[in-house]
């Protein structure tokens, strides 16, 4: 069965800082992956994914991924978060036969002038 | 552009009490599924549906209901709420193979 681990619950950071969250799925044939993210008081939105091709992928509001496929990893990345950045992301994954998410617990960031 | 529409947003029952989350989708989408979000445990499966006629169970589907009359509907029944039940309800679609789910903005359901 698919699962997605993402491994900081709550990260705190100044603005300009730079961010990096961790994902990790298991499964053992081709995915699909994806970040959302849910900023207070709104629904999910898709921040940027990966189906094939390059695994450096880029997403909105200056957001990228890499997928290493030897270490099962898609971690998300920023130069440098800004206040408007808090939110909290979700990593998670799907096989490509099928529409079925399955979802990290999520990272709650905070982001402090 | 409607997107995902769930209605209502907020919801407060009695334990024992039932109820209908709607979700609909003006986009043609043959896949809608419905989640829970719950703090530290992120969004999980309920069920799914792939299409009108077709649904099916998933990470957690005790407790729900579901059914798929049309491609642009797929209500949530909650038949005797329980406390457990407590969370924020996201239904979400996407078109078949495009594997991009669009959610709908929620509904914050309390089960005292």
């Known amino acids: 069965a698919q699962s997605v681990s993402q491994h900081n619950h709550h990260v705190i950071l100044s603005e300009a800082a730079s961010l990096e969250l961790g994902c990790n799925y298991s499964y053992g044939g081709t995915v699909n992956l994806f970040w959302y993210v849910q900023y207070p008081g709104q629904h999910l939105q898709l921040l940027l994914k990966y189906f094939s091709g390059d695994p450096l992928v880029k997403g909105i509001k200056g957001f990228e991924a890499e997928f290493i496929k030897s270490k099962f990893s898609f971690n998300l990345r920023k130069p440098s978060v800004q206040w408007s950045d808090t939110a909290e992301y979700f990593c998670a994954v799907s096989n490509p036969n099928t529409d079925k998410l399955i979802f990290g617990t999520g990272t709650r960031l905070q982001v402090f002038p | 552009n409607a997107g995902v529409t769930q209605t209502p947003k907020f919801q407060v029952l009695k334990t024992g009490q039932s109820m209908t989350l709607q979700c609909a989708q003006d986009m043609n989408h043959e896949y809608m599924s419905w989640y829970r979000q719950d703090p530290g445990m992120g969004l999980r499966l309920i069920h799914y549906s792939v299409g009108a006629g077709i649904t099916d169970q998933g990470e957690v589907p005790n407790g729900y209901n579901v059914s798929r009359s049309t491609t642009e509907d797929f209500p949530l029944r909650l038949l005797s709420a329980a406390p457990s039940q407590t969370s924020v309800y996201f239904c979400?679609?996407?078109?078949?193979?495009?594997?991009?789910?669009?959610f709908g903005a929620g509904t914050r359901l309390s089960v005292l």
């Open positions: 979400a679609s996407s078109s078949k193979g495009k594997n991009i789910q669009y």
